[in-house]
Structures are given as C-alpha cells and as structure tokens.
C-alpha cells in the first residue's frame, strides 16, 4: 500500500522582489529542496528552525511562534508576510449574515500578537510565506 503525500501548498514561486514558500514544506524539505534559493535555506537552517524539529511545518512553526521569540526578529528583518485564510462574516443588502473564508497578507508582529484561542476562532489556516529578497540578503 502506497501512503499518498500531502502536496498542496508545498511550493516556492519567485518573481523579482519576492520568494513564497508554501506553508506545508516541513524543514527537512526546505533544506533538501533545490528550488528554494540557497539563502533561505541557510537562515532557515541557522536561525529558524533553532528551538523546532526538522519534521515540523512551516505551518505549525509560524501558527504557534511567540511574540518573545528571536526567530520573530529574524522574520521581521526579512520583511516577512504571511497569506492567511480567515473566516469572515458579511452582511448583504438584506441583512442575512454569510461566512466567507478570506485570504490576506498579515505581517508577523500581527500574527504572533495573535493568541493560539484568537487563531482558531477566526478559523486561520496559513498559506505561505512571503520573504523579501533584498532584506533576505540583509540577514
């Protein structure tokens, strides 16, 4: 029997002033990953994953990262972004009340200023991660 692997949102796109990792890579695969620029993989190796295990997500590592933590520094030095799903309640033109999910980019000091209580009543779920690359050269 062949276990099926989870492969959504395991992806690295690049354009000029960014690079977006999905959030699913585990940080073994970051570092085992060749599409990944060789940069953020070493400032993931050094400094990210210092305090997480190699088989935790990039997902699990941002959804439960404090705000005390230094790897919040690290984050906030690359410009990092985060594309989130939350879950929104809207009125239309006659009052009824629908829940929609949203997608947006939150900046880490407004993720980790979040509780784990916070996260789960909103219904987030992360994405991916956006670095700039010009500050990723900084670090």
């Known amino acids: 029997m062949q276990m099926k692997v989870y492969e959504d949102y395991k992806y690295c796109i690049q354009d000029t002033n960014c690079i977006y990792v999905g959030a699913k890579y585990t940080f073994a695969e970051i570092m085992e990953a060749e599409d990944i620029l ?14 997480s295990d190699k088989d935790d997500s990039l997902e699990t590592f941002l959804y439960y990262l404090e705000p005390h933590d230094f790897r919040v520094q690290v984050l906030k030095q ?49 994405q991916e991660l956006r670095v700039n690359k010009l500050a990723l050269v900084t670090v």
């Open 78 to 126: 690359m410009r990092s972004k985060v594309r989130v799903n939350t879950i929104k309640e809207k009125k239309n033109l006659f009052g009824k009340v629908s829940k929609e999910y949203v997608t947006e980019f939150i900046t880490i000091p407004k993720l980790v200023s979040m509780s784990v209580q916070e996260k789960e009543a909103v219904g987030m779920v992360i």
């Open 38 to 51: 060789f940069k953020f993989r070493k400032v993931a190796a050094e400094s990210l994953m210092n305090g």
